[in-house]
Nanobody, 111 residues
Framework: QVQVVESGGGLVQPGGSLRLSCAAS?????MGWYRQAPGKQRELVAD???????NYGGSVKGRFTISRDNTKNAVDLQMNSLKPEDTAVYYC????????WGQGTQVTVSS
């Protein structure tokens, strides 16, 4: 069993920045972030392999950056130029045989 814990959500104005962090309780393979807005399906934000290969959802390319620290089994998501449509609950996941999910952290972009 792997525990996944997120932190760093909150309220930010349009154009602002937030940094989300996520840590897994043991060694894992891929890690990443999905988000789900009210009334919408969960969508990929970004993910990263254990050797640092990244993948981004189309709506966040050029604005969000995912990074990883394998010594801590942790990933960060730096979110810049935030828009109201980025408002969602952000979920971190970690893969090790199966996918483990965090509890989610709310990000609200509003003036």
């Amino acid at each position: 069993q792997v525990q996944v814990v997120e932190s760093g959500g909150g309220l930010v104005q349009p154009g602002g920045s937030l940094r989300l962090s996520c840590a897994a309780s043991g060694s894992v393979f891929n890690m990443g972030w999905y988000r789900q807005a009210p009334g919408k399906q969960r969508e990929l934000v970004a993910d990263i392999t254990s050797i640092g290969i990244t993948n981004y959802g189309g709506s966040v390319k050029g604005r969000f950056t995912i990074s990883r620290d394998n010594t801590k089994n942790a990933v960060d998501l730096q979110m810049n130029s935030l828009k109201p449509e980025d408002t969602a609950v952000y979920y971190c996941y970690a893969n090790r045989a199966v996918r483990y999910w965090g509890q989610g952290t709310q990000v609200t972009v509003s003036s």
